[in-house]
């Protein structure tokens, strides 16, 4: 049997679903980028039917990646598939990714369906998107909780239709390694027709095995795993990219199989996908955490020094960690900046490199150091193609014990200055009332969190900011020594992230009716 394993990753869809996971358009296609440069085989970026910004980022993504894969998720129903179809076409390579649920359960209290009625379903639905796409990937949905005979006689009939990827989820994550490896080894026995399709494992981590399930499901003939950066999805999650990549890796003596992952792409996709989202991942998660390759007790560092084979198992350089801490200093020049970035794996243009260098300047002169994560963050919080409709001019904020805490904002607007004032609950509430006063947009804040990204008492805190505006969800991110002034313009860089995505909205409208 063939020993590649195909990656589809999903963080763009069962991944951004996910609470707290949510990502603009902007965000989505920077992450497809860097999942492309990952060399995942397919990329799921989203669910086009589900709202109009999901079909909006799955047409771009379709029309901009072109080396990978690019799947759209729909039910099995004629609308769907339609809709899912009407994003994927611009793809090199499109893949219709058409869903049912099979198992009693759903069938009875979700679908209100016979099994009869969901084989029909699932013919007719895989029927459709073969009219459209050679590549069809059918899914059923709670298949680990289904009679394995229906679940047989339901994969024949989509391999028969022209399916080429059956999916088997564990959508519950209620599956445990042994159990689930012999769904698929059933299947790859009892199936006739199974020869002409691929196997693919969908497993989510309520009981923490999605990957140890995932790798079962392999190691009984499935050869494409749905996986996600950080293991981000639905509750627990998804099964996680890098644990699959490395383990893959690893232990290709054990589990016979590889990937096309160049897994040194992994530490820097599960950082940029951290401040995308905000959603931060603890300490010592595997592949990623920061005490993923940090060795503390004394007979493991005396091991180490001795010879790394005893306690290291992979190198952090095989993930993308590069050891080099302190990187540039003061007197550092545009040049040795560049190359550290290339370092990094970051290629700026010119114009790019000089706001960059302009910013680094200005943070070499507050910080004693400057470290990789601080470069990281400047590029991500300041040049992004972002149209900034308002820029911080002056920020004065007054606060301590006994006071109203009260701040007074300036914003430029084109060739406006714009000032006003407000007191709060905090000096960071009273400026984002200020901000409201001055730009009249209204908004609930969602989410917001502060944390270090580097090292020492000047270290750069990251902060994220999550806002609703009329129902619709933003985020704003900023990076800055000082944690009030790194919370204002991460404020105003979800306001400027929501009026953008209005003007889009209006282009697009504008484009539909021919104007
Ligand atoms: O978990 C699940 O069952 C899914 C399917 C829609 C593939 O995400
Ligand atoms: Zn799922």
């Known amino acids: ?24 358009f902007v965000e989505k296609i920077r992450m497809a980028r860097q999942l492309e440069r990952l060399q995942v085989d397919v990329i799921e970026a989203g669910f086009p039917i589900a709202s109009e910004g999901d079909f909006e ?10 080396t990978v894969s690019i799947a759209g998720l729909c039910r099995a129903n004629d609308n769907d598939i339609d809709k899912a179809w009407e994003a994927l076409k611009y793809a090199e390579k499109p893949r219709i990714h058409t869903f049912i649920a099979t198992s009693d359960i759903h069938l009875k209290y979700k679908l209100k369906k016979t099994r009869d009625e969901v084989l029909e379903n699932a013919v007719k639905a895989v029927r459709r998107a073969k009219s459209y ?16 005979g229906f679940l047989c006689q339901i994969v024949e009939a989509a391999i028969a239709e022209g399916a080429t990827v059956i999916n088997i989820p564990d959508t519950v994550g209620y599956a445990v390694p042994h159990e689930y490896g012999a769904i698929i080894r059933l299947l790859m026995e009892r199936v006739p027709n199974i020869g002409k399709a691929i196997l693919s494992v969908h497993c989510h981590d309520d009981l923490g095995l999605a990957v140890a399930n995932s790798l079962s499901g392999v190691i009984n003939g499935a ?6 950066i950080n293991g981000i999805g639905e509750r627990a999650g998804n099964a996680s990219l890098e644990e699959i990549a490395m383990a893959i890796r690893t232990r290709a003596e054990a589990l016979k199989v590889s990937t096309n992952i160049n ?6 996709s599960s950082k940029m996908l951290v401040s995308l989202t905000g959603m931060h991942i603890q300490r010592n998660k595997a592949i990623v955490g920061e005490n993923a390759f940090a060795h503390e007790a004394g007979i493991h560092q005396d091991g180490m020094l001795k010879n790394p084979l005893t306690y290291e198992i992979m190198t952090p350089a095989s993930v993308g960690i590069k050891h080099s801490t302190l990187v540039l200093g003061k007197h550092s020049g545009r040049h040795a900046l560049k190359q550290r970035y290339e370092e990094l794996g970051y290629k700026l243009t010119t114009e790019e490199l000089e706001k960059a260098y302009v910013l680094f300047s200005k943070l070499a002169d507050e910080k004693k150091q400057v470290f990789d994560d601080d470069l990281v963050a400047i590029l991500q919080d300041e040049i992004s193609s972002l149209e900034e409709t308002y820029k911080i001019e002056t920020l004065q904020v007054t606060s301590g014990i006994n006071i109203v805490p009260t701040a007074t904002v300036g914003l430029k607007k084109g060739d406006q200055f714009l000032q006003d004032s407000s007191t709060g ?3 960071v509430d009273a400026a984002y009332r200020a901000i409201g006063r001055i730009t009249n947009i209204k908004t609930d804040l969602l989410d917001y969190s502060i944390k270090s990204v580097s090292w020492g008492q000047d270290a750069i805190g990251e902060v994220f900011v999550k806002i609703a505006i009329d129902g619709y969800v933003f985020n704003g991110r900023s990076a800055s020594t000082d944690v009030i002034t790194g919370s204002v313009k991460a404020y105003v ?5 929501a009026i953008s995505a209005r003007f889009r909205k209006e282009q697009s409208t504008n484009e539909n009716v021919g104007v």
């Open 425 to 427: 609950d905090g000096p």
């Open 133 to 148: 796409c050679n590549d069809v990937e059918f899914s059923c949905e709670d298949a680990s909780r289904s009679d394995i």
């Open 223 to 228: 050869r494409q795993i749905e996986c996600t």
């Open 57 to 66: 980022s799955v047409k771009e993504i379709a029309k901009q990646i072109r």
């Open 263 to 268: 897994t040194e792409e992994i530490y820097k």
């Open 493 to 497: 860089n979800a306001i400027n992230h």
């Open 1 to 24: 049997m063939n020993d590649r394993v195909y990656i589809f990753d999903t963080t763009l869809r069962d991944g951004e679903q996910s609470p707290g996971a949510s990502m603009n």
